[in-house]
């Protein structure tokens, strides 16, 4: 079985930066799509971004287009959300997760999940 384990979050001012890094572990699949979540208290989980098995090609949420950067480094396991130009908005719980072949912008689509890093931005 998959696991995923998130890093990174923390506190940032507005206009500031954070990367966030998702590790998997057990057995790992090279052709995963990785999608970024996340929620905030009294919302629902929503769609961030996601990067597809291969790592070349990447989807964004509107809100965050042009601001937020998906990476993967297969060799490492890893895939990172670079978040640049933060705003109070994008405050919430991020969590990585993964799933075969083609990407979703569907949380139930996705088989693995993070246990989720907290991300608070200050005004």
């Known amino acids: 079985q998959v696991q995923l384990v998130e890093s990174g979050g923390g506190l940032v001012q507005a206009g500031g930066s954070l990367r966030l890094s998702c590790t998997a572990s057990g057995r790992i699949f090279s052709n995963f799509a990785m999608g970024w979540f996340r929620q905030a208290p009294g919302k629902e989980r929503e769609f961030v971004g996601a990067i597809s098995w291969r790592g070349g090609s990447t989807y964004y949420a509107d809100s965050v287009k042009g601001r937020f950067t998906i990476s993967r480094d297969n060799a490492k396991n890893t895939v990172y959300l670079q978040m640049n130009s933060m705003t109070p908005e994008d405050t919430a719980v991020y969590y990585c997760?993964?799933?075969?072949?083609?990407?979703?912008?569907?949380?139930?689509?996705?088989?693995?999940w993070g246990q989720g890093t907290q991300v608070t931005v200050s005004s």
């Open positions: 997760a993964a799933r075969r072949l083609v990407y979703s912008r569907t949380p139930d689509d996705y088989n693995y």
